[in-house]
């Protein structure tokens, strides 16, 4: 149970670190005032220029395409990838995340943002030489976005059976319908390929029903209806979207690994993105807690310091210490990930979506507080943050899902 | 410590409760449509017409300043007022306020929105017979809209003393300067006149140095230099404002109660304010519960409807039990406001300012969490009213400070 | 809704005041001395001398049986009974019990403990005149006690249906067997009489098939097994027993009100003991606030008194604000049952069980925790304070089982 | 960052793992009667037989004195101790502390309790030849116990500063005065050796004031004057004395490391014996969920297993989730005192001991409930746990001073 980053991890650590503090935090507010105009004036959804450059120059030193997995990354680590060459552990990449989960833009930057990262793997591990070379390539190069859509607006999709989206073999085409919602990444102009789940056989077996399809944006029957927001924000430019699918046809070589496989897929897909969304909030929790004992030091009412007052010591103390178990907790699910595979840390994964989430949103919630009401404002990035935290209690699955996992494999050991 | 309301204020609750089931629920859904189309195409800043016709309505059936308190109403409430002619206890206008919290735009469609009301009544109890025609009785109409300009950005303004605008008394005019934030409705088209409370006498008795002034919006060197978001709502059509004063010169007149008076005018202005928003809050967390067991009865998962799985009924019980304190907590400090005054009330005050909004937050949470990915979008009223709650645990004096006053009155008795 | 206790309570309630500090507070420490003497020579199940004493003390100045309902009083008050020969509301009784909350041995000075209140009140209701003459009188006298045998130790109680433990009609007897604990008094050697609860019936419907018989404990085959701590509490003189019932035979003229109409009894018996067990909490809870605000004040640390150090003033505005709302939630349920009856408050009287007993558990803990080590031991009488209301998150049903009934009163309303 | 344990202490832990399943946990049930029948009869601070046995036993099996640290353990670890004749790093003992934790005597049979394990330390760290071979050697040897006297009664001990006991050095001797309370062991017919702390020289630097001294019992002047309960438990055979130190003389070599040394033997013995403390709590933690789940598959109502009722199964997945962080957190804490020692883990060591006791508590109480009222009792080990785990949020410094610590240390980075 070693916890400790590798040297290579380390190093490329203290670089992000490095890069952020120079290339990334002293941008931010530019970049949210820019955004905030864009959003006036017409386009937020097209990724503003700084992006790109940023985007360049975090590739030039070699920090792209972080997360790419050790076991799967291949030839592509060294073509496209991370300084060195080779992929990351989960135990490795996890402080990485950590440091890019205190901004909003910088996973963006290192081309390490979700759900292309989720996507990439998926196309990593199950993809056709022809998948990889059509879609794979150019989204590791950054050139083109991608969106997962899975969940469905008509039925609670924390259960999987309840999807009713489908993609019917036709002779040598698939034919996709249905409506699916909250689909990350398809509000951004750079997006061109959907990674779509939906129902091939409804009588097969519970696990064998569901296929995963490679859908471009541009086939004919696909529509965006609309980006939805969540408490008021839109995320841009990536954007969460409501997306129909009507009669939908593509090659049948676009299934991924082959029909009635979309529930493996989808099981293999989400224990290293949990870890990176998880660790991220780490990172976020930091920085909330960091503005928190800087604001409180800073700001003075009553004649002292805030921190003095009330029992604002007190939170601070209970926000490190919870910090400090929720990435404890994350290092330990990321380590059983690295050595057993998804099905060794079920219960660990679901541990952290449930544990890491919360954390996040009370920390940032007592910042928020602690600055007052600039802290509601887009002045700061708490409130922006507290928004993340609070969606990815919901994202990814819910908390009373994941909470009915832990105790199943728990009861397990005594049934 | 009788909370039942009188038969008046009963009928009054049963015909608000009437109302907004046949004219306001109805229409919300495409109001919060229309409102989302005005942001894009430019000025959700001037009320859209509905809420006109919707105020007209209310007043024609006597539901039109609800708010007005009985003991300063006097003629007000036979010219402008509620049906019958007279105001309203505390206790009686409470389930009024209950109702109408569970609307965005009931208040305003009432007339009984804040920092109007707040605003008025000031003017009631402290305003001069030529404030109160020049400004409440246009207030009272419905034909102008007001804002209150307290808190500043560069100091926490939860100890008044840290205050920095001034308004300093030259002759026969008082020249008012500084910057204020959190000024609610400035950004409303209808906005005419803003309650300014600043430094007069540094040098004073602690009470005695601030004043509160008449400012119209169009006086020369106020300006709205933006407006804020809170997580990234702006509450159109009021908004929240940062204002600037340059050199603002009003006549001396326009001081309320005279200079000096201003802190005298802030404490008696709170009391009421305080019991509305959190009586409003009651009604939305009700609101908030009744659509998650809605939904919880509607949808399925793993085969039973959601109010079946895991914690949730348990979930649904707390919520019924936490407002049901909430709401009786809030009654009695409206029966302590109501039998002797402010003063007699203050823990209690402090103590529903800290009990509700934290309450609501929960319970709204709780709500949100039910309705999955949706519960986050403008689907539901769910994600603006979490803003709304969250908002007010700063609002108004943040949680720690009434905590603080609580406290003191506590340990006093054994002191 | 009017909380308002009647005249006539208020006087009583200060009266019960006076006597508690007077003659009850000021010999708590010598008798919390004396029964741990007591414990260690031998006999704590003999009722100390002292007690004999305040119980004539309080009986001469008419505080006595003030448990005894309006509604069903009848001659009872004023034979053996009240200052005034009446019995009183739920409500008028219950700032009463808040008072004698305070103390361990209050209630059992005034005839007001459980359980020997709630057999009264069966006997009141539902006995016959021989059972009211031989068992009701002396009891309402103070000269016996009594207990209730319900729970089982070999099946979750929380489901009444579990129940095994018989009371089978035979000619004219009916023959008891089973096994019961937690039947709070049968320690106190003046207890002489049990009501038992069996099942006599298992074909009849769900709410017909038990019986409540009257067991005097001299009958053969009773026998009390043991004693059962709470936590290293035995709660003497009453004491929590477990009884063996072994082939008992009772004249059917024992049965209350007929054979199958136990479930009816146990019913009604639990609604107004509800009330009375959590307005006594709220009285402790008050005790324990009071005497963590004394403490904070009195005792330094760091330069300061305690109350001023970290979040300590905080914790006691929580405090206050959480016995403020807890007290509003019982006063209401009591409002209720005056108002309807149990029928009518079912929801309320489960509310108040999950509130108040986790809101006492809580602030007592944190008076405790201010108390430092003496806290935790019989220096104070904090320790015992909390594991009464821990104890009483499973006393008469647990908390799951109230949420469980309040969550399917509230979702019936959607149904 | 790497918790696992080495090979050795791998298989202690399994070793240590198997004692306790195949000698401890069958005869608890009967130890815990013989301690309730030596209460009633008598004598129950002299250890029950059964200890002594199962103490030579663990020691045949190498299972002895396994707290000694690797880096004081010299020759000790040899002559009296563990298996292979080493100490054992702080990584390496927690897991063994995690098994002992399962049981209240475990600790006692491995020569491994509270605050015998302290009290050696620093007889190791700081003791000279004379006062090892006369105290720590009889100690290792299990045929002495030892008690720690620090808090007193009259003062809050939270802060050091407070402390009013007072050892002044006379020619050769040193005299104590004062009194203490909470010195756990004292109760013990074996306990011999007092280690004393107080005031040698007021005026000194603050940090130079205390002395420690070894003080035997039977010392005239010593007297313990009661032993003070838990919650009503005396913790039998240890007992929590108050002892009073009227002129005590001992030889000024009696004084651990010189006068004036006090406080820094302090600091340097608390920081092992907290991760001791927590990591117990954490397999008490680990034994109240597995009872929860056991009970919860094995008790039904309502037509199903417990746990399958309202939210059980959330609150055992919310429970294994706190116990696992909670660990990791200890493991962590561990890591850092044994890379850098006490000073470099100062946030780590305060940050366990707030979250872990709270942890502990929190999982215990929910156990306790899902065995309803039997929890409550001796039938179970649970109210014991509660009891333990709420005692350690005070003993060893309380929570609140804990937060402050690791606040201070938190915002030292931003000062």
Known sequence: MDFAPSPRAADLTA?????????????????????????????????LPVLAALKQKARDEGLWNLFLPQEHAGEYAERFGTDGGEGLTNVDYAPLAEQMGRSAIAPLVFNCNAPDTGNMEVLLRYGSDEQRREWLEPLLDGRIRSAFTMTEPE????????????????????????????????????????????????????????????VPMDTPG???????????????????????????????????????????????????????????????????????????????????????????????????????????????????????????????????????????????????????GGGMSDDFPLAAALVNARSLRLADGPDEVHRGTVARLELARYS
Request: one cysteine or more.
């Open 155 to 214: 039925v609670a999709s924390s259960d999987a059976t309840n999807m009713e989206a489908t993609c019917v073999v036709d002779g040598d085409q698939i034919v996709v319908n249905g409506r699916k919602w909250w689909s990350t990444g398809v509000g951004n102009t750079e997006c061109r390929i959907l990674v779509f789940m939906g129902v091939t056989d409804p009588d097969a077996d519970r696990h064998r029903r569901h296929s995963m399809v490679l």
């Open 15 to 47: 670089r992000v670190a490095g890069f952020m503090a120079s290339e990334i935090t002293p941008i931010e507010p530019a970049y949210r005032r820019d955004l905030a105009e864009a959003r006036r004036t017409g386009d937020p959804w097209t990724p």
């Open 222 to 372: 696909v529509k965006v209806e609309r980006l939805l927001d969540t408490m008021g924000l839109y995320d841009e430019p990536l954007g969460h979207g409501e997306v129909s699918f009507t009669d939908v046809r593509v090659p049948i070589s676009n299934v991924i690994s082959g029909p009635g496989e979309g529930f493996a897929i989808a099981q293999g897909r989400l224990g290293p993105g949990r870890i990176h969304h998880c660790m991220r909030l780490v990172g976020l929790a930091e920085l909330a807690l960091e503005l928190a004992c800087r604001r409180g030091l800073e700001r003075t009412a009553f004649g002292k310091p805030l921190v003095d007052l009330g029992g604002n010591r007190e939170r601070i103390a209970e926000a490190r210490i919870a910090i400090d178990q929720a990435r404890l907790l994350v290092l330990h699910a990321a380590w059983k990930l690295d050595h057993g595979g998804p099905t060794n840390a079920l219960s660990e994964v679901s541990a952290i979506k449930v544990a890491v989430p919360a954390m996040a949103q009370r920390v940032i919630d007592m910042s928020l507080q602690l600055h007052g």
